[in-house]
């Protein structure tokens, strides 16, 4: 089955530093990768869309400054978070969609605590 | 606006008990429907999908949905638990009108008491 990776699985950073999260499809090409947060005890919310080789969509509220994506590859997704701050503190999850039709595949999440 | 519920946020059942999950959709299009399950601390992985065709889904570890077009629902099934099933369960839905992007429920969060 498709595999999915992220990199780190947990990461604890300084206010104010920014961190950056990767998400690669590891046996299959992604032409668009998702990024979510996650709250604790909480649904994930769809952060932004990413298509290889051109600008993030952001959904509403999201800072796109704040929440940098760059998909530069079919296989290789970051999201950077800038200048970090502890309500940034969250579980953040990358899918990249598959080749069939809507199916996405999740990677297993990076912890991010900011301190 | 499209919204999916999964009205229990929490089920116990019984090792070996039968099992069902709720799932209610609203969505301006034709829908693709997922189950995903979620261990504390990890991503999530398919346990089933919808697409198109018959409306009665088998998934990985012996898990089944069947899609109720008439009463918007997609309600997820499993004929007898196991304890490995406890975890968090999550209904979501998209559509290629709305660029595939998965609108997720609230999850469950299922226990399984031995």
């Known amino acids: 089955g498709a595999v999915v990776s992220q990199h780190p699985s947990r990461v604890i950073c300084k206010s104010g530093t920014s961190v950056k999260i990767e998400c690669r499809s590891l046996?299959?090409?992604?032409?668009?990768m998702f990024w979510y947060r996650q709250f604790p005890k909480q649904s994930l919310m769809l952060m932004a869309t990413?298509?290889?080789?051109?600008?993030?969509?952001?959904e509403q509220g999201v800072e796109k400054d704040k929440f940098l994506i760059n998909h530069a590859s079919l296989t290789l997704s970051t999201l950077t978070v800038t200048s970090a701050h502890p309500e940034d503190s969250s579980f953040y999850i990358c899918s990249a969609r598959g080749l069939e039709l809507g199916e996405q595949y999740f990677g297993p999440g990076t912890r991010l605590t900011v301190t | 606006a499209q919204s999916v519920t999964q009205p229990d946020i929490h089920i116990t059942v019984s090792e070996g008990a039968s099992l069902e999950l709720r799932c209610n959709y609203s969505?301006?299009?034709?829908?693709?429907l997922f189950w995903y399950v979620q261990s504390p601390g990890q991503g999530l992985q398919l346990l089933l999908k919808y697409f198109s065709g018959d409306t009665l889904v088998q998934g990985i570890k012996g898990f089944e949905a069947e899609f109720k077009r008439s009463q918007s629902s997609f309600n997820l099934r499993k004929p007898s638990v196991h304890w490995s099933d406890a975890a968090e369960y999550f209904c979501?839905?998209?559509?290629?009108?709305?660029?595939?992007?998965?609108?997720f429920g609230a999850g469950t969060i299922l226990r399984v008491k031995s």
């Open positions: 990413s298509n290889e080789g051109s600008k993030a969509t952001y």
């Open positions: 979501a839905v998209g559509a290629r009108e709305y660029g595939n992007k998965l609108v």
């Open positions: 969505y301006g299009a034709t829908p693709y």
């Open positions: 046996d299959f090409q992604a032409t668009t």
